[in-house]
Protein backbone atom coordinates (compact mmCIF):
# COMPACT_ATOMS: atom_id res chain seq x y z
CA UNK A 1 0.00 0.00 0.00
CA UNK A 2 1.41 3.52 -0.75
CA UNK A 3 2.25 5.37 2.44
CA UNK A 4 1.34 8.58 1.18
CA UNK A 5 -2.16 10.01 3.05
CA UNK A 6 -4.30 10.52 -0.24
CA UNK A 7 -4.82 8.65 -2.93
CA UNK A 8 -2.88 9.49 -5.69
CA UNK A 9 -3.94 8.83 -9.22
CA UNK A 10 -0.78 9.73 -11.40
CA UNK A 11 0.47 13.46 -13.04
CA UNK A 12 -1.75 15.85 -14.92
CA UNK A 13 0.12 16.97 -18.33
CA UNK A 14 1.94 19.98 -16.20
CA UNK A 15 3.38 17.12 -13.87
CA UNK A 16 1.54 17.62 -10.82
CA UNK A 17 0.15 15.02 -8.63
CA UNK A 18 -3.66 14.05 -9.58
CA UNK A 19 -5.67 12.84 -6.24
CA UNK A 20 -8.59 10.98 -5.96
CA UNK A 21 -10.71 13.39 -3.62
CA UNK A 22 -10.61 16.18 -5.42
CA UNK A 23 -11.54 14.00 -9.26
CA UNK A 24 -14.80 12.46 -6.99
CA UNK A 25 -15.64 16.03 -6.24
CA UNK A 26 -15.21 17.60 -9.20
CA UNK A 27 -16.92 15.32 -10.77
CA UNK A 28 -19.70 16.13 -7.84
CA UNK A 29 -19.36 19.38 -9.21
CA UNK A 30 -19.43 19.22 -12.66
CA UNK A 31 -16.42 20.65 -13.26
CA UNK A 32 -12.37 21.66 -12.12
CA UNK A 33 -12.36 23.09 -8.62
CA UNK A 34 -10.89 27.03 -8.27
CA UNK A 35 -7.36 26.92 -6.55
CA UNK A 36 -8.47 28.38 -3.86
CA UNK A 37 -10.96 25.88 -2.95
CA UNK A 38 -9.80 22.96 -0.78
CA UNK A 39 -11.33 18.95 -0.23
CA UNK A 40 -11.79 18.38 3.35
CA UNK A 41 -12.53 14.70 4.65
CA UNK A 42 -14.90 14.82 7.42
CA UNK A 43 -13.98 11.61 8.97
CA UNK A 44 -10.30 12.79 8.57
CA UNK A 45 -9.26 9.70 7.24
CA UNK A 46 -7.81 11.18 3.87
CA UNK A 47 -8.29 8.06 1.85
CA UNK A 48 -11.64 7.60 2.38
CA UNK A 49 -12.79 9.03 -1.03
CA UNK A 50 -17.04 8.65 -0.67
CA UNK A 51 -18.34 11.81 -1.78
CA UNK A 52 -20.38 11.75 1.61
CA UNK A 53 -17.03 11.94 3.35
CA UNK A 54 -15.96 14.90 0.91
CA UNK A 55 -16.80 19.16 1.65
CA UNK A 56 -15.61 21.56 -0.57
CA UNK A 57 -14.53 24.44 1.86
CA UNK A 58 -11.51 27.32 1.06
CA UNK A 59 -8.02 27.64 1.98
CA UNK A 60 -8.61 29.65 5.33
CA UNK A 61 -11.45 27.94 6.60
CA UNK A 62 -9.71 24.30 6.49
CA UNK A 63 -6.26 25.54 8.36
CA UNK A 64 -8.72 27.26 11.16
CA UNK A 65 -10.96 23.84 11.06
CA UNK A 66 -8.04 21.87 11.79
CA UNK A 67 -5.59 24.25 13.86
CA UNK A 68 -8.56 23.96 16.69
CA UNK A 69 -7.50 20.50 17.27
CA UNK A 70 -4.38 21.06 18.75
CA UNK A 71 -3.45 21.70 22.69
CA UNK A 72 -1.03 21.63 25.02
CA UNK A 73 -0.59 17.35 25.08
CA UNK A 74 -0.81 17.32 21.16
CA UNK A 75 2.22 20.00 20.61
CA UNK A 76 4.33 17.86 22.96
CA UNK A 77 3.60 14.84 21.30
CA UNK A 78 4.28 16.48 17.63
CA UNK A 79 7.66 17.98 19.05
CA UNK A 80 8.59 14.09 20.46
CA UNK A 81 7.60 12.50 17.15
CA UNK A 82 9.67 15.14 15.18
CA UNK A 83 12.76 14.15 17.01
CA UNK A 84 11.81 10.52 16.63
CA UNK A 85 12.29 11.26 12.74
CA UNK A 86 8.89 11.02 11.86
CA UNK A 87 8.25 11.83 8.60
CA UNK A 88 6.36 15.90 8.91
CA UNK A 89 3.92 14.52 6.52
CA UNK A 90 2.75 12.09 8.98
CA UNK A 91 2.24 13.98 11.57
CA UNK A 92 0.48 16.41 10.22
CA UNK A 93 -1.96 13.47 9.07
CA UNK A 94 -2.22 12.08 12.65
CA UNK A 95 -3.09 14.94 14.12
CA UNK A 96 -5.02 16.92 10.99
CA UNK A 97 -3.30 20.09 10.24
CA UNK A 98 -1.09 21.11 7.83
CA UNK A 99 2.80 20.30 7.46
CA UNK A 100 3.29 23.98 7.38
CA UNK A 101 1.44 24.19 10.76
CA UNK A 102 3.51 21.19 11.95
CA UNK A 103 7.24 23.42 10.83
CA UNK A 104 5.90 26.41 12.69
CA UNK A 105 5.77 24.61 15.90
CA UNK A 106 8.93 22.15 15.79
CA UNK A 107 10.63 25.56 14.69
CA UNK A 108 9.19 27.08 17.67
CA UNK A 109 7.20 29.83 15.88
CA UNK A 110 3.84 28.83 17.45
CA UNK A 111 2.84 27.54 20.58
CA UNK A 112 6.21 29.10 21.82
CA UNK A 113 4.38 28.81 25.64
CA UNK A 114 4.68 24.57 25.77
CA UNK A 115 7.38 23.31 26.65
Do not use: C
Not at 5 to 19: A, K, S
Not at 73 to 84: D, F, G, N
Amino acid sequence: MDSHPYVRLGLDRQGFMIFEHRIVMEKHIGGPLAAEEIVHHLNGNTRDNRLENLEVTTVSAHRALHNTKLNSISVRQIRELEKEEHPRWAIAVRFGVTTTTIGHIINGWTWTHVH
